[in-house]
């Protein structure tokens, strides 16, 4: 059954819908996904409706865009929950819920303000994913730690 | 087989047990050069460079002996006043420049994560010597070899860390070497202080033996080998709550009473006044010889590093 709420934004044709985005988060999560202003099709954005699973949730509609794995997979550092459904002619063909990475290389920056990745040194930050739940990141070069709530804080 | 030809060194973390045996068994041959008494020239021909980006006189001064005990040649900075860098060259490029120039590099950086960035770079060796509040791990082995030589083996001794867990990154890459080579380790310190959870679990997942004292006085009966470090003031607000600090983590011969015969006491140096100069004619010190070990362990690693 559809939750009325969802229906604020009608159903798509063709696109990706990403669901149980932590509230708030919506905006963020573009930027991860690195949709800005240039981007031509339609993108719809719902925030803080009601969700049985979260309490509250975002909602994300992009249309004729289809995600690969790789990339919404990056969403999981700020919304470990969302899930992602692939459709095709109106119809869910694809739905599975985003898994952190192995590697988070130039999304987020090291909080850390003495790490060299924070001076004028041509370097992308890397990070490795040493625990999913909670998602918990380390800084490739200066080994500083990173919870999800300081990770939200330096995307880039 | 074991070998470190051609590796960098940018964390202790980098070497296995094995490679950290192999440099302590090489730092025994280099003894006898390192005092004067045999010579070698082994590194004829190599260059080293230090580029040291903030000043270490210890650090750059013992690389600098390490490499001319075994006849090879120096070049560097000490630090970056009239430097390139000056005029606002980034490390990178810096790198790339000196590699031209040398066959290793040791690099004393302020940033955390540089010699880490310089390994990428580089296509000769790197040797971290030191990265901010980061790692220093040359220091770290010859910590080792200070306890292997004077405690006799490092297996199954308990190391009794002192002073500041919390900040002090040599006892942080310590314990973990400590850990691997299946030493007992102690902890005292002030409570503000104490070694972060963090780095304590990270221990515990190496399988490391670690017990919390309430007291140096409770810590010294059951310690072989004591490790102490400056507690810095800038930690404490109060001038007076570091004073009173710093007054109960005092090694003192008062506090050596209890002491087993054959401890042995070792500290990173430069020391303030956490160990009474009384305590320096004692057979327990040995932090002036540890800093001398700096030299035997660093030709050790110049040596497998660039010949194997």
């Not at chain 2, 302590?24 to 004829?44: C, F, N, V």
């Not at chain 2, 040649?73 to 970056?80: E, H, L, P, V």
Request: charged share 30%; net charge neutral; hydrophobic share 40%.
């Amino acid at each position: 059954m559809i939750v009325l709420e969802e229906l604020r934004v009608k159903p798509i044709k063709e696109g990706t819908v990403i669901d149980h985005i932590k509230p708030g988060k919506a905006l963020k999560v573009l930027k991860i996904l690195g949709i800005t202003e240039e981007h031509g099709d339609i993108v719809s954005i719902v925030m803080n409706v009601p969700s049985q699973k979260l309490g509250k949730k975002d909602i994300i509609k992009l249309e004729n865009v289809f995600l690969d794995r790789e990339t919404v997979n990056k969403i999981a550092l700020i919304s470990p929950m969302a899930t992602i459904n692939i459709i095709k002619d109106y119809r869910v063909i694809e739905k599975y819920i985003v898994e952190p990475p192995e590697e988070v290389v130039g999304i987020v920056r090291c909080q850390n303000p003495r790490c060299i990745t924070n001076s004028k040194e041509p370097i992308t930050p890397k990070f490795r994913v040493i625990s999913k739940e909670p998602i918990t990141i380390r800084c490739h070069y200066c080994s500083r730690v990173m919870t999800e709530e300081e990770i939200e804080k330096n995307i880039i | 087989m074991v070998s470190l030809k051609g590796k960098d060194l940018v964390s202790i973390r980098d070497l296995t047990k094995e490679e950290m045996e192999l440099i302590l068994s090489e730092t025994d041959k280099m003894i006898p050069i390192a005092r004067g008494e045999q010579s070698s020239k082994i590194l004829k021909g190599k260059i080293l460079a230090t580029l040291f980006f903030e000043p270490s006189t210890r650090t750059r001064m013992s690389f600098e002996t390490a490499m001319q005990r075994l006849g090879g040649g120096i070049i560097g900075f000490a630090s970056i006043e009239g430097t390139s860098i000056m005029k606002g060259e980034t490390l990178s490029d810096t790198i790339r420049v000196v590699e031209g120039y040398a066959d290793i590099i040791v690099l004393r950086h302020p940033a955390e994560g540089s010699a880490r960035l310089a390994a990428e770079i580089s296509s000769k060796p790197i040797i971290n010597g030191g990265d901010g509040a980061g790692q220093h791990p040359t220091q770290t082995l010859l910590d080792l070899y200070t306890i292997k030589r004077e405690a006799g083996e490092i297996e199954g001794k308990k190391v009794v860390l002192l002073g500041d867990l919390k900040y002090g990154r040599t006892v942080h890459s310590l314990a973990y070497a400590l850990a691997m080579f299946n030493a007992e380790i102690g902890l005292v310190s002030p409570p503000t202080l104490r070694m972060p959870e963090e780095i304590l679990k990270d221990l515990k997942e190496i399988g490391a033996k670690i017990k919390e004292y309430s007291s140096l006085k409770e810590a010294i009966k059951e310690a072989d080998v004591l490790y102490v470090t400056r507690i810095q003031k800038e930690r404490f607000p109060d001038p007076t709550e570091y004073l009173k600090v710093a007054g109960s983590y005092k090694v003192d011969l008062k506090i050596l009473k209890d002491a087993k015969e054959n401890l042995i006491i070792m500290h990173p140096l430069p020391r303030v006044d956490e160990i009474d100069p009384s305590v320096d004619e004692t057979k327990h010190a040995k932090y002036f010889l540890q800093s001398f070990y700096g030299v035997p362990v660093r030709m050790a690693l110049l040596k497998l590093i660039l010949v194997g």
